[in-house]
């Protein structure tokens, strides 16, 4: 397993398409990718209503070592996740108020997910819920979700917020434009950028050069 998180932009109207199979063209209706968490303007798309229970079968039935899978994700029409994403921002201010704005970064978000044909947008967390005890994981999801509107204690909610997208807090947020235009920063910077908006996976994404799907 990769314990990778998959954003997808598509016309299946279900969380984890990957999982279902007979959809062509998959990997064209993912995004972008990020590595053992799930990226936080990902998660600024949904709130707890978007929520989606289901059980998905084994790929091989008559393998007795492989059991059914149970994923709670999020699933929005796409304009209901970018005005959710829209309203995330000023709530995202205030929780990380030591890091800065989100508002470049989400512009680019939004220009990936309207760029995409497919009408619904969902996250795939499965491989990352499955690192620690699932049931927490999807816990602190639907928590974490809620607090995009209600924040709450703040320093609860950045610890949610933390605890998903594995975050390193206590420096400004990385540019926007960090890979874009190929800014000398360390390492810590790279790893947040990745952690706020993911990477790409089978096509471009506005926040990385176009070069990294065409190289020379």
Request: charged share 25%.
């Amino acid at each position: 397993m990769s314990n990778n998180s998959y954003l997808f932009v598509s016309d299946y109207d279900g969380i984890c398409p990957d999982f279902v199979g007979g959809i062509p063209d998959l990997g064209q209706t993912v995004l972008a990718e990020d590595r053992s968490c799930v990226p936080l303007l990902w998660l600024a798309m949904f709130r707890p209503p978007d929520l989606v229970t289901a059980t998905f079968q084994p790929a091989d039935p008559e393998d007795d070592d492989e059991d059914e899978v149970k994923v709670i994700a999020p699933l929005a029409p796409k304009d209901r996740a970018l005005a959710q994403l829209q309203a995330a921002l000023d709530v995202l201010d205030r929780i990380f108020a030591q890091e800065g704005s989100l508002r470049e970064h989400a512009a680019l978000l939004r220009a990936g997910v309207e760029s995409m044909p497919g009408k619904f947008v969902t996250i795939n967390p499965y491989e990352i819920a499955v690192l620690g005890g699932e049931q927490e994981f999807y816990d602190t999801q639907r928590d974490a979700l809620a607090s995009l509107d209600e924040p709450g204690d703040l320093i609860v909610a950045r610890q949610r917020l933390a605890d998903l997208t594995a975050l390193r807090l206590g420096r400004p947020f990385p540019a926007a434009r960090l890979a874009l235009d190929d800014l000398d920063a360390p390492e810590d910077d790279w790893w947040n950028h990745s952690r706020l908006l993911g990477n790409s996976f089978e096509r471009p994404v506005p926040w990385e050069p176009t070069w990294v799907h065409n190289p020379a």
